[in-house]
T-cell receptor, first 113, second 113 residues
Framework: DGGITQSPKYLFRKEGQNVTLSCEQNLNHDAMYWYRQDPGQGLRLIYYSQIVNDFQKGDIAEGYSVSREKKESFPLTVTSAQKNPTAFYLC????????????FGPGTRLTVL | GENVEQHPSTLSVQEGDSAVIKCTYSDSASNYFPWYKQELGKRPQLIIDIRSNVGEKKDQRIAVTLNKTAKHFSLHITETQPEDSAVYFCAASGPGGGNKLTFGTGTQLKVEL
C-alpha cells in the first residue's frame, strides 16, 4: 500500500465549486477504486475502473465524476451537484478486479465551507 | 446486491482479553471475506482474509471463521493489546457483485489497560 498516493491530504472547498482529488499508484495494478467514508457508515463505493479508459459507477456515484486516461492515475472530481461532499475519500487499487485484495491510499479529507 | 452487517459498533475489552467481531452477508455467491484495520486518520490495512473454501484461518493472535451455511464470518483477536485499538471493517465480495467489495459499517475496538 506504500505505492498508492493521494493528494492533497486536506482540502477545503466553497459551496458551488468543483474540486479534483488525485490518486496515483505505481503498483502496476489494473483496477482502481474510489470510496467515501462517513462516520458510522463504513466505506461506500463511488466509482471503479477495471482497466484504462474504462470505469463504472459504484453505489453512490451521483455528484462525482472520474477519468482513467493512464493506468497509474484515477482522479475523482467532486462536482457542485454533490449535496453533502464533506467526507474522507479513499482511493484503492488491486491487481485486477478479480484478485479481490485491495490496497488503500492515505486518504483525502474534504471539507466544504 | 450484497449487504454486509457488522456487530457490535463499539467494543471495549481489557488488555489480555479476547475480542470478537461478527459480520453477516446476504449473497450466497460471495466467496472472499477480508478484514481491515483502520487507525485514526489513517488508511485501512488488510489484516486477514478468508475464502469460501476454508472454514478458519489464523495468523498469530488473529483468526477468522466462516460459516457459509449461516452466511456469517467473525474476527477473533486473542491476548488483546493497546495497539489493537482501532476501527475494524469486514467486507465481502463475489461474482454476484462483480467482485467488488461491500463493507460493513465498522467496529470501534478499544483495549483498556
Amino acid at each position: 500500500d506504500g505505492g498508492i498516493t493521494q493528494s492533497p491530504k486536506y482540502l477545503f472547498r466553497k459551496e458551488g465549486q468543483n474540486v479534483t482529488l488525485s490518486c496515483e499508484q505505481n503498483l502496476n495494478h489494473d483496477a482502481m477504486y474510489w470510496y467515501r467514508q462517513d462516520p458510522g457508515q463504513g466505506l461506500r463505493l463511488i466509482y471503479y475502473s477495471q482497466i484504462v479508459n474504462d470505469f463504472q459507477k459504484g453505489d453512490i456515484a451521483e455528484g462525482y465524476s472520474v477519468s482513467r486516461e493512464k493506468k497509474e492515475s484515477f482522479p475523482l472530481t467532486v462536482t457542485s451537484a454533490q449535496k453533502n461532499p464533506t467526507a474522507f475519500y479513499l482511493c484503492a487499487s488491486s491487481i485486477s478486479i478479480a484478485s479481490n485484495e485491495q490496497f488503500f491510499g492515505p486518504g483525502t479529507r474534504l471539507t466544504v465551507l | 446486491g450484497e449487504n454486509v452487517e457488522q456487530h457490535p459498533s463499539t467494543l471495549s475489552v481489557q488488555e489480555g482479553d479476547s475480542a470478537v467481531i461478527k459480520c453477516t452477508y446476504s449473497d450466497s455467491a460471495s466467496n472472499y471475506f477480508p478484514w481491515y484495520k483502520q487507525e485514526l486518520g489513517k488508511r485501512p490495512q488488510l489484516i486477514i482474509d478468508i475464502r469460501s473454501n476454508v472454514g478458519e484461518k489464523k495468523d498469530q493472535r488473529i483468526a477468522v471463521t466462516l460459516n457459509k451455511t449461516a452466511k456469517h464470518f467473525s474476527l477473533h483477536i486473542t491476548e488483546t493489546q493497546p495497539e489493537d485499538s482501532a476501527v475494524y471493517f469486514c467486507a465481502a465480495s463475489g461474482p454476484g457483485g462483480g467482485n467488488k467489495l461491500t463493507f460493513g459499517t465498522g467496529t470501534q475496538l478499544k483495549v483498556e489497560l
